[in-house]
Every structure is written in C-alpha cells, then in structure tokens.
C-alpha cells in the first residue's frame, strides 16, 4: 500500500504511474480515492492519475489534530513533491474543492487547471444547525440505518445502489475522527473574497440534483474564478462523479484535451 511520509502525516495515495500528464483527484467527506474509480478508469491510458485518502478518511486512518483545508492543501502539494510532479490538473469532489482551491491560492504554479465538482467557494452557516442534529445523533447513537440514509442522500444522492458500500465504510468512524473532520468542514471561512486570486483555467461540474450544494452556490463559484465554465449534470445528486460518470467523463476530457494535452509537457 503506497504511502507517503509528507508534511507531518502518512498518507495514503494510489499512482498510476507514466509520463502523461498528471491528473491529482481530491475526494469528498466521508469519502476516499476511490471514489474516482471510474474517472481513474477512463483517463488512466493517457494520464497519470493519483487518488489519495485525506486526513481521517480512507486507508490515511484517523486524524489525531485538529486541522484546516489549508492544511490538507499542503498536504496535497507535499504528495506531488514526493512523487516528483511539478505541475497538475487537480480535480476535486465537494471537501476536495475546498483544498484544491486554497492549493490554487496558495501554490498556483503548481496548478495546470481546476476541475472543481459539486463544491462551492461559501461556507455552511445556514445548514448548521442541520448538519450538527445529524453529526451529533451520529455520535451519540451509532450511523442507524435511518440516519445513513439520510446522510447517503446528501453525500452521494438520494436512492444511489452505492449507498451500502459507503455506509459501510461510514461505520468505521470513531466519533473522535468524525468530530474533527466534520470540525474542519464547517468551521472553514467563506473563500469568495479570494477567488479571483485563482490564475488555473477551470470548469465548475454540478449535479442539478444535489442536496448538498445549491445551483446558486455552484454558479457564484463559476463567476468568482476569473476563467470558469459551469457544466450542470441533469438527474445527479452530489456524489456526480461516481454516480453519473458517463454524462460527467466526457466534459473532464474534453476540459484535459485543452488545459493537458497528452503528448504535450507534463
């Protein structure tokens, strides 16, 4: 299992290897690397592409600190370091929005373009209140089958044949983990202000169907990224790009054919 000694953690992180260009994917809370199995699987002949589990997720383990998006940004840019990318395309689900937005901030060369899916630039503070009932009856009680299909309908969409599988995984939790990374989750700042700060060519894919993130959310964030195109997904819930890869594969392609070209420098 490859593992990568960086910036204080040891995370976990899959590498498909090759000399295309590169292509880094950052899941979604309660979420992990392979989430972007079937993208991995569609691009991996031309591309190299590297999934990975942020902290508290995933194969990473549990999170022992309290950290920010900033922090898992640096991680993200300490994982190419160490495996020697200068440059990506990063592509991030929902929490990995939120770190691929901040590594665009913060480290723009290495940036090549953003593919940023079913997030947003905002913060939560009018679903707080929901989102702590939910968090809370979670720790206090055990992920009930109600709960988890409350929670699987937001995260990934409402009736998706995933659900158990990632449920499943949900289980696992300790409430220490899930009181950190939901910590991190809600306790973020609102990113707007600093959006035009972002230099990468991007596209915006959203689900009209999600749960999770509204249309207006989704097109704010498309307006506030000096270079963006927003791409809704008829019929997709939040979890889009596992749930409805063929109607989303195709405009990731054709998005990597303009900013990566295959044959060109990685």
Same mark, same amino acid.
Do not use: K
């Given at each position: 299992?490859?593992i990568?000694?960086?910036?204080g953690?040891?995370?976990?992180?899959?590498?498909?290897g090759?000399d295309?260009p $590169? =292509?880094?994917? #950052? &899941?979604g809370?309660?979420?992990?690397? #392979?989430?972007?199995?079937?993208? =991995?699987?569609?691009?991996?002949d031309r591309?190299?592409?590297?999934?990975?589990?942020?902290?508290? &997720? +995933?194969?990473?383990?549990? =999170?022992?600190? /309290?950290?920010?998006?900033w922090?898992s940004?640096?991680?993200l840019?300490a994982?190419?370091? &160490? $495996?020697?990318? *200068? *440059?990506?395309v990063?592509?991030?689900? #929902?929490?990995?929005?939120?770190l691929?937005?901040?590594?665009?901030?913060?480290?723009?060369e290495?940036v090549?373009?953003? =593919?940023?899916?079913?997030?947003q %630039?905002?913060? @939560?503070?009018?679903k707080?209140?929901?989102?702590?009932?939910?968090?809370?009856g979670w720790?206090?009680n055990?992920? +009930? !089958?109600?709960?988890? *299909?409350?929670?699987?309908a937001?995260?990934? +969409?409402?009736?998706?044949?995933?659900a158990?599988h990632?449920i499943?995984?949900?289980?696992?939790?300790?409430? /220490?983990n899930?009181r950190?990374?939901?910590?991190t989750?809600? #306790?973020r700042? /609102?990113?707007?202000?600093?959006l035009?700060?972002?230099?990468?060519?991007?596209l $915006?894919?959203?689900?009209?169907e !999600?749960?999770?993130?509204?249309?207006?959310r989704?097109e %704010?964030?498309t307006? +506030?990224?000096p270079e963006?195109?927003l $791409?809704?997904?008829?019929?997709a819930?939040h979890?889009v790009?596992?749930?409805?890869? @063929?109607?989303?594969?195709? &405009?990731?392609?054709?998005f990597?054919?303009?900013?990566?070209?295959v044959?060109?420098?990685?």
């Open positions: 299992m490859p990568a000694e960086v910036n953690q040891r995370l976990h992180f899959e590498d498909t090759g295309g $590169v =292509v880094a994917f #950052s &899941h809370l309660f979420m992990d690397g #392979s989430m972007f199995d079937p993208q =991995v699987a569609a691009l991996r591309y190299r592409c590297i999934t990975w589990d942020e902290r508290g &997720h +995933g194969e990473t383990g549990e =999170v022992g600190e /309290d950290f920010t998006y922090d940004a640096r991680d840019a994982l190419l370091e &160490h $495996v020697g990318v *200068q *440059q990506a990063l592509v991030g689900m #929902s929490q990995g929005g939120y691929s937005q901040r590594l665009a901030i913060e480290r723009p290495l090549r373009g953003l =593919v940023l899916i079913a997030t %630039a905002g913060d @939560d503070t009018e707080r209140e929901a989102y702590d009932q939910l968090l809370e720790m206090a055990g992920l +009930g !089958d109600e709960l988890a *299909q409350t929670i699987a937001i995260v990934i +969409g409402p009736g998706d044949p995933s158990p990632w499943e995984r949900w289980r696992r939790n300790t409430a /220490d899930l950190r990374i939901y910590g989750l809600i #306790s700042e /609102d990113l707007t202000p600093r035009g700060e972002i230099q990468a060519p991007s $915006v894919l959203w689900g009209e !999600d749960l999770a993130i509204t249309r207006e989704a %704010a964030l307006q +506030g990224i963006a195109e $791409v809704a997904i008829p019929g819930g979890g790009n596992f749930t409805h890869p @063929d109607q989303l594969n195709p &405009h990731l392609e054709r990597l054919a303009r900013v990566a070209p044959g060109a420098a990685a």
